[in-house]
């Protein structure tokens, strides 16, 4: 069972920021979140990962709260294209699979 | 980031016959690499997880006689679906990772396999 909880879906206005929440109170000392995504019949696409401290690339942000139980991704500007499913994530370490829970359906609106 | 390829990306096949798919590695070597399932409406599912050189480990409920994983290189895996029928129609995935420490993982683009 994935150990995450997401909210099923979310609606976000094309060009606002998006906010996608995720639970894992259950996280252990070295598992990380990591965030992937993925459009309609397509593979999932990697975004981003964090253990403990706020990352940034060129496509997100992820905020973590300071005792690890939630955290957020961010997407500063959604645009049409980034509707997708949203999977938050957690892995101890390289050689584990990664266990999908259902995610969150992201639509961006015109 | 590194690239992971399926092929073929679609497939239509008869009852009974074999379909091969197979995720290739383009850019990095991958010592493991992981098998998924995904239904229509559904999230993915783990069928089994490969190793360069060794014996596939099988989730539990999938018939290794009937998915038949190779991993013989570190840059390539197959997956074959023997004596398809039609309830093993559905989108295939395959996922590589490329070292040591907390990477992430590639997916592949998927396979979507129809048995008529």
């Known amino acids: 069972d994935a150990k995450t909880t997401q909210p099923p879906s979310m609606d976000c206005a094309e060009g606002r920021a998006a906010n996608l929440p995720c639970n894992h109170s259950?996280?252990?000392?070295?598992?990380?979140v990591y965030w992937y995504r993925q459009i309609h019949s397509q593979g999932p696409q990697y975004i981003i990962h964090?253990?403990?401290n706020n990352e940034t690339n060129e496509m997100a942000s992820l905020i973590i709260t300071e005792d690890r139980k939630s955290s957020t991704l961010i997407l500063p500007h959604a645009t049409l294209r980034d509707t997708a499913v949203y999977y938050c994530?957690?892995?101890?370490?390289?050689?584990?699979?990664?266990?999908f829970g259902p995610g969150t359906r992201l639509s961006v609106l015109p | 980031g590194a690239v992971v390829s399926q092929h073929p990306s679609w497939v239509i096949c008869k009852s009974g016959t074999s379909v091969k798919i197979e995720c290739r590695s383009l850019?990095?070597?991958?010592?493991?690499m992981f098998w998924y399932r995904q239904f229509p409406k559904q999230s993915l599912m783990l069928m089994a997880t490969?190793?360069?050189?060794?014996?596939?480990?099988?989730e539990q409920g999938v018939e290794k006689d009937k998915f038949l994983i190779n991993h013989a290189s570190l840059t390539l895996s197959t997956l074959t679906v023997t004596s398809a029928h039609p309830e093993d129609s559905s989108f295939y995935i395959c996922?590589?990772?490329?070292?040591?420490?907390?990477?992430?993982?590639?997916f592949g683009q998927g396979t979507r396999l129809t048995v008529v």
């Open positions: 996922s590589a990772e490329s070292g040591t420490g907390n990477t992430e993982a590639f």
């Open positions: 490969s190793n360069e050189g060794s014996k596939a480990t099988y």
């Open positions: 964090g253990l403990k």
């Open positions: 850019d990095f070597q991958a010592t493991t």
């Open positions: 259950t996280i252990s000392g070295n598992e990380y």
């Open positions: 994530i957690v892995r101890p370490f390289y050689g584990q699979n990664f266990v």
